[in-house]
Nanobody
Framework: QVQLVESGGGSVQAGGSLRLSCVAS????????MGWFRQPPGKEREFVAG????????VYADSVKGRFTISRDNAKNTVYLQMSSLKPEDTAIYYC?????????????????????WGQGTQVTVSS
Protein backbone atom coordinates (compact mmCIF):
# COMPACT_ATOMS: atom_id res chain seq x y z
CA GLN A 1 0.00 0.00 0.00
CA VAL A 2 0.95 3.62 -0.54
CA GLN A 3 -0.15 6.52 1.63
CA LEU A 4 -0.28 10.05 0.22
CA VAL A 5 -0.41 13.23 2.29
CA GLU A 6 -0.91 16.64 0.69
CA SER A 7 0.06 19.97 2.20
CA GLY A 8 0.52 23.58 1.17
CA GLY A 9 -3.05 24.60 0.54
CA GLY A 10 -4.51 27.83 1.83
CA SER A 11 -6.12 31.11 0.89
CA VAL A 12 -4.55 33.52 -1.55
CA GLN A 13 -5.62 36.50 -3.62
CA ALA A 14 -5.95 36.30 -7.37
CA GLY A 15 -2.59 36.57 -9.06
CA GLY A 16 -0.81 34.95 -6.14
CA SER A 17 1.08 31.69 -5.88
CA LEU A 18 1.03 28.52 -3.82
CA ARG A 19 3.07 25.33 -3.83
CA LEU A 20 1.42 22.09 -2.97
CA SER A 21 3.39 19.07 -1.80
CA CYS A 22 2.44 15.42 -1.69
CA VAL A 23 4.56 13.03 0.33
CA ALA A 24 4.25 9.31 -0.29
CA SER A 25 5.02 6.55 2.18
CA UNK A 26 4.74 2.78 2.16
CA UNK A 27 5.47 0.75 -0.96
CA UNK A 28 6.59 3.80 -2.89
CA UNK A 29 8.75 1.77 -5.24
CA UNK A 30 5.54 0.58 -6.89
CA UNK A 31 4.55 4.08 -7.96
CA UNK A 32 4.89 5.05 -11.59
CA UNK A 33 2.76 7.98 -12.60
CA MET A 34 1.65 10.65 -10.17
CA GLY A 35 -0.93 13.32 -10.67
CA TRP A 36 -2.85 16.20 -9.23
CA PHE A 37 -6.60 16.47 -9.53
CA ARG A 38 -9.01 19.02 -8.12
CA GLN A 39 -12.67 19.27 -7.23
CA PRO A 40 -14.18 22.74 -7.37
CA PRO A 41 -17.23 23.45 -5.19
CA GLY A 42 -20.30 21.73 -6.60
CA LYS A 43 -18.40 20.21 -9.52
CA GLU A 44 -16.83 16.91 -10.52
CA ARG A 45 -13.21 16.11 -9.86
CA GLU A 46 -10.97 17.13 -12.76
CA PHE A 47 -7.43 16.50 -13.89
CA VAL A 48 -4.80 19.18 -13.29
CA ALA A 49 -1.35 17.75 -14.02
CA GLY A 50 0.53 14.45 -14.21
CA UNK A 51 4.15 13.31 -14.24
CA UNK A 52 5.93 10.05 -14.98
CA UNK A 53 8.35 8.53 -12.49
CA UNK A 54 10.90 7.74 -15.19
CA UNK A 55 11.99 10.56 -17.43
CA UNK A 56 9.74 13.10 -15.76
CA UNK A 57 7.44 13.68 -18.73
CA UNK A 58 4.50 15.87 -17.82
CA VAL A 59 1.00 16.61 -19.01
CA TYR A 60 -1.34 19.45 -18.03
CA ALA A 61 -4.95 20.42 -18.30
CA ASP A 62 -5.43 23.28 -20.74
CA SER A 63 -6.86 25.45 -17.97
CA VAL A 64 -3.55 25.46 -16.05
CA LYS A 65 -0.94 25.31 -18.81
CA GLY A 66 1.64 28.04 -18.42
CA ARG A 67 0.56 28.75 -14.82
CA PHE A 68 1.10 25.45 -12.97
CA THR A 69 4.18 23.26 -12.88
CA ILE A 70 4.32 19.68 -11.61
CA SER A 71 7.60 18.18 -10.48
CA ARG A 72 8.77 15.26 -8.39
CA ASP A 73 11.69 14.30 -6.20
CA ASN A 74 11.88 10.52 -6.28
CA ALA A 75 14.52 10.44 -3.56
CA LYS A 76 12.08 12.21 -1.24
CA ASN A 77 8.99 10.40 -2.57
CA THR A 78 7.43 13.80 -3.07
CA VAL A 79 5.53 15.43 -5.90
CA TYR A 80 4.95 19.16 -6.09
CA LEU A 81 2.49 21.46 -7.79
CA GLN A 82 3.71 25.02 -8.17
CA MET A 83 0.71 27.23 -8.89
CA SER A 84 1.16 30.78 -10.12
CA SER A 85 -1.14 33.49 -11.46
CA LEU A 86 -3.95 31.91 -9.50
CA LYS A 87 -7.52 32.70 -10.44
CA PRO A 88 -10.75 32.42 -8.43
CA GLU A 89 -11.75 29.50 -10.66
CA ASP A 90 -8.74 27.57 -9.32
CA THR A 91 -10.55 27.33 -5.99
CA ALA A 92 -10.95 23.65 -5.21
CA ILE A 93 -9.85 20.76 -3.08
CA TYR A 94 -6.63 19.48 -4.61
CA TYR A 95 -5.87 15.77 -4.51
CA CYS A 96 -2.65 13.91 -5.12
CA UNK A 97 -2.80 10.48 -6.75
CA UNK A 98 -0.35 7.67 -7.53
CA UNK A 99 -0.50 5.00 -10.21
CA UNK A 100 1.21 1.59 -10.15
CA UNK A 101 1.07 1.21 -13.91
CA UNK A 102 3.30 2.75 -16.53
CA UNK A 103 1.43 3.68 -19.71
CA UNK A 104 3.01 4.44 -23.06
CA UNK A 105 0.40 7.14 -23.66
CA UNK A 106 1.17 9.99 -21.30
CA UNK A 107 -2.42 11.21 -21.53
CA UNK A 108 -3.35 8.19 -19.45
CA UNK A 109 -2.13 10.26 -16.51
CA UNK A 110 -5.19 12.45 -17.02
CA UNK A 111 -7.61 9.59 -16.36
CA UNK A 112 -8.59 9.40 -12.69
CA UNK A 113 -9.67 5.75 -12.90
CA UNK A 114 -6.07 4.78 -13.76
CA UNK A 115 -4.86 5.77 -10.31
CA UNK A 116 -4.55 3.35 -7.43
CA UNK A 117 -3.93 5.62 -4.47
CA TRP A 118 -5.33 8.97 -3.41
CA GLY A 119 -4.58 11.51 -0.74
CA GLN A 120 -7.16 13.21 1.46
CA GLY A 121 -6.91 16.54 -0.32
CA THR A 122 -5.92 20.07 0.56
CA GLN A 123 -8.11 23.15 0.15
CA VAL A 124 -7.04 26.00 -2.12
CA THR A 125 -9.12 29.17 -2.06
CA VAL A 126 -8.43 32.07 -4.42
CA SER A 127 -10.23 35.33 -3.77
CA SER A 128 -10.76 38.10 -6.30
Amino acid sequence: QVQLVESGGGSVQAGGSLRLSCVASGRTFTMQGMGWFRQPPGKEREFVAGIRRTGGSTVYADSVKGRFTISRDNAKNTVYLQMSSLKPEDTAIYYCAADKQSYSNIYSLAVSSKYDYWGQGTQVTVSS
